[in-house]
């Protein structure tokens, strides 16, 4: 039996992880679902719908950046499970203000002055679930699993959850808005009664106070943080990542549109492919390092992730020369010249983007004391989503200043070259502390 199966057979795992993947998987059945009906029923032009879609995805991050300081603590010093019960308990009302959204955006009623605006507030709350979730799904894994054990649960984490952004973003696409709105509310149920099962996660050190300035909390966590070489540059890497796959999710939607000139379903199909990419990637990674935390794959695996996107901009560039004139369904798009091209350079960013992402995250659970691992985690959140909000903002104003979608596919190649420095400075780092440590 391997590692993998062994512990998805376990309850100190398996509840856990299934609660991720439900609520994974509705975060992304709503903002997809929301997206897409705005983007493709409510508005008609490249730069308002581009700007849309910085701005969901902004607003997504934003209580990361805020909150995720005061969520550190709390993980760390309350019962990890009982958080997780209570978010999951709140996310079945909010997922009532966004059915609510979407069920007058459907009708067309109030659709600028109330449904959007619900849209977006439900979309934030969502992201305030999400920072208090975060920590705790990579914290409590030294604390559930064998130190052998937690790469592969980590791997197993990261992997399932893109298989639930996969599901979500699939369904997404593809069901009528008045199901999405039954199916978010139904997840949603489902989700709190799973985690109930989660067992219990005490805290590992002795209470202490909570800090309730959320600027304070911030500077003061990240501080305490990044003074060790390892988790500094792991978090720095991993925000790099994340700012350059927000730039990357923000463009699909808008480029499957008025690009590649295709339906929903295929702007759906375009992240499915980038989640199961990541999914694959998580897996490979794991298998290759054999369970030993470390940043070894990590520069290369991002250089590859810069070519594939750049061989993307090129295809994309291709395709405008001979484009549809009218929008393609799924099969028809299929049939086009270079799709299967267009997918596969896809494929190639997104399994690049596991295989270096996955091993830094174990890095922030496994290089810190147990007690300090869910702060580590929310310090490594609050710089993660303030690169993301400035990504977002970047994409927003390229999107107001006229930039073509293509030509800012190129942004996030170069930012993938500051990647690889990252991670090699991490793994020359690593191969020095282990000299030392030898």
């Known amino acids: 039996m391997t590692v993998t199966t062994h512990l998805l057979r376990r309850r100190r795992f398996l509840p856990l992880f299934v609660t991720q993947l439900f609520n994974a998987f509705n975060d992304n059945l709503y903002k997809n679902a929301m997206v897409l009906f705005v983007v493709y029923q409510v508005y008609n032009s490249p730069q308002t719908e581009g700007s849309f879609s910085a701005l969901a995805s902004g607003l997504f ?45 459907w009708q067309g009623l109030f659709t600028h002055a109330v449904a959007i605006p619900l849209l977006l507030f439900a979309l934030l709350l969502t992201g305030v679930q999400s920072t208090f979730l975060g920590p705790i799904k990579y914290a409590i894994l030294p604390q559930h699993l064998k130190k052998d054990e937690v790469l592969a649960g980590t791997g197993l984490v990261e992997a399932g959850t893109y298989i639930a952004i996969l599901a979500g973003t699939i369904l997404a696409g593809w069901i009528e808005v008045q199901w999405a709105i039954i199916a978010i509310l139904v997840t949603a149920v489902v989700g709190y009664l799973v985690s109930r099962q989660v067992p219990t996660a005490p805290p590992m050190g002795e209470p202490e106070t909570l800090d309730w300035n959320l600027w304070r909390a911030s500077v003061n966590l990240v501080k305490d943080t990044m003074h060790d070489r390892q988790i500094f540059y792991a978090i720095i890497a991993i925000s790099f990542f994340w700012a350059i796959g927000a730039v990357l999710i923000i463009q699909f939607v808008p480029l499957a549109k008025n690009v590649i000139m295709a339906e929903p379903e295929v702007a759906s199909l375009f992240l499915v492919i980038f989640s199961i990419g990541i999914a694959i990637g998580s897996l490979a990674v794991n298998a290759l390092l054999k369970g030993r935390v470390s940043a070894r794959y990590s520069p290369w695996s991002v250089i590859a992730m810069g070519a594939s996107v750049v061989a993307f901009y090129l295809v994309c560039r291709l395709w405008e020369a001979d484009q549809p004139t009218e929008l393609l369904n799924v099969s028809e798009f299929m049939s086009w010249p270079m799709a299967s091209l267009l997918l596969l350079c896809l494929l190639g960013i997104s399994v690049a983007g596991g295989m270096f992402v996955v091993p830094l995250y174990a890095f922030l659970t496994t290089r810190v004391r147990p007690e300090k691992a869910a702060r580590t985690i929310a310090a490594n959140n609050i710089v993660n989503s303030g690169a993301m909000v400035v990504g977002s903002l970047a994409a927003m104003a390229l999107n107001v200043f006229g930039m073509r979608l293509t030509e800012q596919l190129l942004m996030s190649a170069v930012m993938c070259l500051v990647s690889a420095w990252l991670g090699q400075r991490l793994y020359d780092i690593e191969r020095a502390d282990a000299l030392v440590t030898a």
Not at 72 to 98: H, N, P, S
């Open 61 to 105: 991050i934003l209580p990361f950046f805020l909150l995720s300081a005061l969520a550190g603590q709390l993980a760390d010093m309350r019962d990890k499970a009982a958080i997780i019960r209570t978010v999951k308990a709140c996310e079945i009302g909010l997922m009532c203000i966004g059915a609510v959204g979407l069920f007058l955006a």
